[in-house]
T-cell receptor, first 113, second 113 residues
Framework: EPEVTQTPSHQVTQMGQEVILRCVPI?????FYWYRQILGQKVEFLVS????????KSEIFDDQFSVERPDGSNFTLKIRSTKLEDSAMYFC???????????FGSGTRLTVV | GQQVMQIPQYQHVQEGEDFTTYCNSS?????IQWYKQRPGGHPVFLIQ?????EVKKQKRLTFQFGEAKKNSSLHITATQTTDVGTYFC?????????????FGKGTLLTVNP
């Protein structure tokens, strides 16, 4: 079964440093998402991406965050200057067409120290 | 903004007992989806309900979508230890164009063998 692949699985970074989280969505999928989950809490929407542009972003997704799909396969989330409160599990997800279930990647656990 | 509420937050049962989690949206939904997240894992899509009053079954799992398309439930009959995990409902709001899901906080199910 096709998978969404995320790397790295775990990233530890110092406060103020930049991190890039990488995702390879399923090849024929068209809609891409980043969600985050602080330990034991709800899955929170960050941003959606379609047709090579952001279609919606949440209040969490401020100027410190950006997304790119540089080469038609990879989908990246960049946090420019990490804060302690950015520590969370970050999930990438994708769907092929409207109204289908998301396929989530296995996540990147980001720890900011 | 749209809110999706889920109760209970935690449920501990003896193996063989039934389990139900309830989901309520502040707005009418186009569809409701259910996901299961095993401890340390990522959300995995279980099912989608689209029609008002729809009922779907997957083996011991029964999913319902309310008549007003604002609430839903997941019922597990005769729980097994393999049912352990957090069950999330997630809704896509009517009129939304990027198929962004808003997740409930989830119900953590633990099963005592």
């Amino acid at each position: 079964e096709p998978e969404v692949t995320q790397t790295p699985s775990h990233q530890v970074t110092q406060m103020g440093q930049e991190v890039i989280l990488r995702c390879v969505p399923i090849s024929n999928h068209l809609y891409f998402y980043w969600y985050r989950q602080i330990l034991g809490q709800k899955v929170e929407f960050l941003v959606s991406f379609y047709n090579n542009e952001i279609s919606e972003k949440s209040e969490i997704f401020d100027d410190q965050f950006s997304v790119e799909r540089p080469d038609g396969s990879n989908f990246t989330l960049k946090i420019r200057s990490t804060k302690l409160e950015d520590s969370a599990m970050y999930f990438c997800a994708s769907i092929s067409y409207a109204g289908t279930g998301y396929t989530f990647g296995s996540g990147t656990r980001l720890t900011v120290v | 903004g749209q809110q999706v509420m889920q109760i209970p937050q935690y449920q501990h049962v003896q193996e063989g007992e039934d389990f139900t989690t309830y989901c309520n949206s502040s707005t009418t939904l186009s569809n409701i989806q259910w996901y299961k997240q095993r401890p340390g894992g990522h959300p995995v899509f279980l099912i989608q309900l689209v029609k008002s009053g729809e009922v779907k079954k997957q083996k011991r799992l029964t999913f319902q979508f309310g008549e007003a398309k604002k609430n839903s439930s997941l019922h597990i009959t005769a729980t097994q230890t393999t049912d352990v995990g957090t069950y999330f409902c997630a809704g896509w709001r009517s009129g939304g164009s990027n198929y962004k899901l808003t997740f409930g906080k989830g119900t953590l199910l633990t099963v005592n063998p």
